[in-house]
């Protein structure tokens, strides 16, 4: 039963707003307004993050900061803890990419599979 025995997940968030990666990709000149705007998100992204990172300390994951500039929070846990981490943050659940981690085998090594928070049943689903 999946609520039952300890499975490794990992969270993985984007610390950059996506409007600031697409500026980022282009190496285009931009406008002073494009600037501050780019700083207003960051802003109001850093705070979230902030709040989210106290969150999952508070949870009992294991955080860095990743290549990219992403947040990954680890954990051997039960499926149904992170669930109910995910239904008590919504900001979480929006901005998280969450992936089990398989153990594989001798000939494939490990692998992760992507999860879904199906918020009207609050619960993970595999695609």
């Known amino acids: 039963m999946h609520g039952r025995r300890l499975e490794d997940f990992t969270l993985s968030v984007d610390l950059l707003p996506l409007r600031i990666r697409s500026l980022a990709a282009t190496s285009l000149p ?3 307004a494009t600037v501050a705007d780019a700083a ?7 705070a979230t993050l ?3 990172a ?4 508070e949870h009992g994951w294991d955080l860095a900061i990743v290549g990219d500039f992403m947040l990954e929070a ?20 929006a901005l998280a990419t969450i992936y089990l981690e398989d153990a594989g085998d001798a000939t494939q ?5 992507e999860l879904f928070w199906a918020d009207e049943e ?6």
């Open 30 to 32: 931009i406008a002073a």
């Open 40 to 46: 207003q998100a960051l802003e109001g992204r850093a």
């Open 50 to 52: 902030g709040r989210l």
């Open 54 to 57: 106290y969150v999952l300390a």
């Open 74 to 93: 680890r954990r051997r846990c039960r499926r149904v803890d992170v669930e109910r981490l995910l239904s008590g943050s919504a900001e979480l659940a």
């Open 109 to 113: 090594g490990p692998t992760q599979r």
């Open 122 to 127: 609050s619960r993970l689903v595999t695609a």
